[in-house]
Structures are given as C-alpha cells and as structure tokens.
C-alpha cells in the first residue's frame, strides 16, 4: 500500500514568511509523529498526533511552530516568521498504535519536506 | 532521561568486509523498544528491525544482523559481506512504546567502497 507521503519535497522562503507542510500518514495508521532533521542536531521530535487526544507538544522549539491533524489522518505543521535557523528537514510519520497490534509502535517516515529559510 | 549513543560518526569499508555498527542507549523503563533504521543519500528513513526489551533473542535477517544485551545496553547491527548498496546514514532509536516518541541516535555514517 501507500506509505507516508509528504508536500511539498522542497520549500525556499525568505526569512519573515510563513510556511504550511503536509503530512498524509499510512491509511489506517492512528498516530503521527513529526521530527526535524538538521545538521547540527541531528533528528529531533517535535509533536505527536494519537487519534482525538490532545497532542503531545513537548518537542516544539518555540511558539512559531504549531501543527494539527484535521479528521484524523492528514497533518500540516506551520512555521510562522521563518528563521534561518528553522531551515532543517522536516519527517512525518505514522504508526498504527492499535491496543494488541504486533509492531504497532513502529514509525514509517515519509520522504521529508526540505525547508531552506534564505 | 533515555539516550542513544552511536559512538562511531562514520566508517569506511571495502566491499565484501563485515561491518559491525554500534548502539548504547540509557532509560529507566523497563519496557522499551528499539529500532534501526537506514537513511540512504535518497533521504527516506528506512525501518530495518525493532526489538522489546524483554525479548533479547538476536535476529537474523539476510546479510543483516542484530546482538542485543540488556547487561552492557546495547544493540549493535551487523552487516555480514557489505556491499556498495549498503552506503547510507544508520540510525538506532528508543521508544517507551505505543505513542512514545523516538529518540535518536547521531548516526553512523557507512561508505562501502567497491
């Protein structure tokens, strides 16, 4: 089936703007997760989606970041007022997380949105 | 906290060599999952195995393979007769479980010369 995909591959902005990326997770899959890869910090968590409970927000690195999950499965996270300092690769993923499942806690990443704040 | 060590930043082998990749990780759970996963120069981050912590049975698939022990924390992979296809960033993970967040490793960076 489908893995996770993810849009746009590729986002240049200036510095100040707002950015919107997408996340369509594996059908089915109950939870998704967001990390942000960069050079200097390697891959980092920055929010997690379980079903309708209130998402785990510990990973968010200011309040410029904020991310939802509009009917269960497709997420977008914004970055308002861009900073050179956000530009990173940005993963989603998504695990079943169904109660018993075998393997369910295992996450498939998506191809990543590469995000460049000039 | 958890944590995960990769120790070693890269290595280089020639063809045909086998290559052993190490992991350490620190928690104070008692349940807990481990992962490996391959980066190639594609990007996408590839699921290779996942381990519970209480089952310390080490895994065999193909070329790959894995030695967990939970006395000295870790778990390292091991690719036996290493080709050119092998090149690529390998990352160790930890996990509570269900809805727990990943934490990474810095990753190893495998170059497989021909």
């Known amino acids: 089936g489908a893995g996770v995909s993810q849009s746009p591959s590729n986002k240049v902005t200036e510095k100040g703007k707002d950015v919107e990326l997408r996340c369509d997770p594996i059908?089915?899959?109950?939870?998704l997760y967001w990390y942000r890869q960069s050079l200097g910090q390697g891959l980092e968590f920055l929010i997690y989606?379980?079903?309708?409970?209130?998402?785990?927000k510990s990973g968010l690195p200011s309040d410029r970041f904020s991310a939802e999950r509009t009917g269960g499965s497709v997420s977008t996270l914004t970055i308002q007022r861009t900073q050179q300092e956000d530009s990173a690769v940005y993963l989603c993923?998504?695990?079943?997380?169904?109660?018993?499942?075998?393997?369910?806690?295992?996450?498939?990443f998506g191809p990543g949105t590469r995000l460049t704040v000039l | 906290a958890q944590k995960v060590t990769q120790a070693q930043t890269e290595i280089s082998v020639v063809e045909k060599e086998d290559v052993t990749l190490d992991c350490v990780y620190e928690?104070?759970?008692?349940?807990?999952?481990l992962f490996w996963y391959k980066q190639p120069p594609s990007g996408e981050l590839v699921f290779l195995i996942r381990?519970?912590?209480?089952?310390?049975q080490n895994e065999i698939s193909g070329r790959y393979s894995w030695n967990f022990q939970k006395s000295t924390s870790s778990f390292n992979f091991t690719i036996t007769a290493s080709q050119v296809v092998d090149s690529a960033v390998y990352f160790c993970?930890?996990?509570?479980?269900?809805?727990?967040?990943?934490?990474f490793g810095q990753g190893t960076e495998l170059s497989v010369k021909p």
């Open positions: 993923a998504s695990s079943l997380n169904f109660p018993g499942s075998l393997n369910g806690d295992t996450q498939y």
């Open positions: 059908s089915g899959h109950t939870a």
């Open positions: 989606f379980q079903g309708n409970s209130a998402p785990d």
């Open positions: 928690t104070r759970d008692t349940t807990y999952y």
């Open positions: 381990r519970n912590s209480f089952d310390e």
């Open positions: 993970a930890l996990t509570r479980g269900q809805g727990g967040k990943l934490i």
